[in-house]
């Protein structure tokens, strides 16, 4: 068996595609989507990562905003700007980038974030009603990884599911919207024992711990979905560096029936996710004040 390999940047195109007909529409019924990002400190990464985004929102027809603070910016003057997009009408997405400096609780000021303005739906209130089966703002990568396993056409519901990798951002909420799929989900983590017979009994096996060549061919039932959301930069022995997931793609690709890669899996579809949650967020707006 060869695996049929889950094209990301060719699904996140289309959902731009998608996202960019719906914003055009809203602009000519004179409403706009307007995204704000908040980033605290100056670092290469960050501002590189901004102007990405700022160049993904531009190419849809979202006006974005950074609203940059200095490093040694307290909680309180963080939280204070994020309250004050909170109740500025004409922002209708709110996001804080991550990692802060030293000091700062992102759990606490993602908390301060209006949840209906939460584009990355990481306000704790957004997780929970994810929990209740009332999904407002699904975080990205979660949203990213169901997306891509609805293309496959293969049903969710009493399928095997196993998530290795518990985290707040990914492992988690994967578990929690696969649950609300109907799936039998298991979730793994650093404390699980025998990773290797929990993976074994997956249908759909989707892999967030950012640790390469996590799982191998001995982990993979044959026929199974695997989902990589690892993203790791490995050293190469000419000294270059290489994009890979938690996944070995050459060993999966062998007993899996759909496998996403890494690059051009999860994270193109996670940006457009980040699109298409802004989208939401304006919607949900526009349609508590009647618009």
Not at 57 to 80: F, K, N, Q, R
Not at 130 to 152: D, F, S
């Amino acid at each position: 068996m060869v695996a049929k390999i889950l094209d990301g940047n060719a699904m996140a195109e289309q959902a731009k595609g998608e996202v960019r007909e719906q914003v055009a529409r809203h602009k000519a019924q004179g409403r706009k989507v307007h995204l704000t990002a908040v980033l605290v400190g100056s670092t290469g990464a960050g501002e590189l990562y901004a102007r990405r985004q700022a160049d993904a929102c531009a190419a849809v027809g979202i006006e974005y905003h950074l609203t940059s603070l200095p490093s040694d910016a307290s909680a309180a003057a963080v939280e204070a700007v994020i309250r004050k997009l909170n109740t500025d009408t004409s922002v209708t997405g709110v996001m804080l980038h991550l990692p802060l400096p030293g000091g700062l609780d992102a759990t606490q000021l993602q908390y301060a974030i209006d949840p209906v303005k939460d584009v990355e739906g990481v306000n704790p209130a957004n997780i929970g009603y994810v929990v209740y089966g009332h999904t407002l703002i699904a975080p990205c990568t979660a949203r990213a990884v169901l997306e891509m396993l609805a293309t496959t056409g293969v049903p969710l519901r009493g399928a095997e599911a196993v998530v290795v990798g518990a985290s707040e951002i990914a492992g988690k909420p994967i578990a929690l919207l696969l649950t609300e799929q109907m799936a039998t989900v298991t979730l793994c983590h650093i404390a699980t024992r025998d990773l290797i017979a929990h993976c074994q009994r997956a249908d759909v096996l989707v892999v967030a711990v950012g640790k390469p060549g996590l799982i191998g061919a001995a982990h993979i039932r044959t026929g199974a979905i695997v989902i990589d959301v690892g993203i790791n930069r490995v050293k190469q022995a000419d000294g270059t560096h290489k994009t890979v997931g938690d996944v070995d793609f050459d060993a999966a690709r062998e007993k899996a029936a759909y496998l996403s890669p890494v690059p051009g899996g999860v994270g193109p579809m996670t940006v457009a996710m980040l699109l298409k949650n802004t989208l939401r967020s304006a919607e949900l707006l526009w349609k508590q004040a009647g618009k």
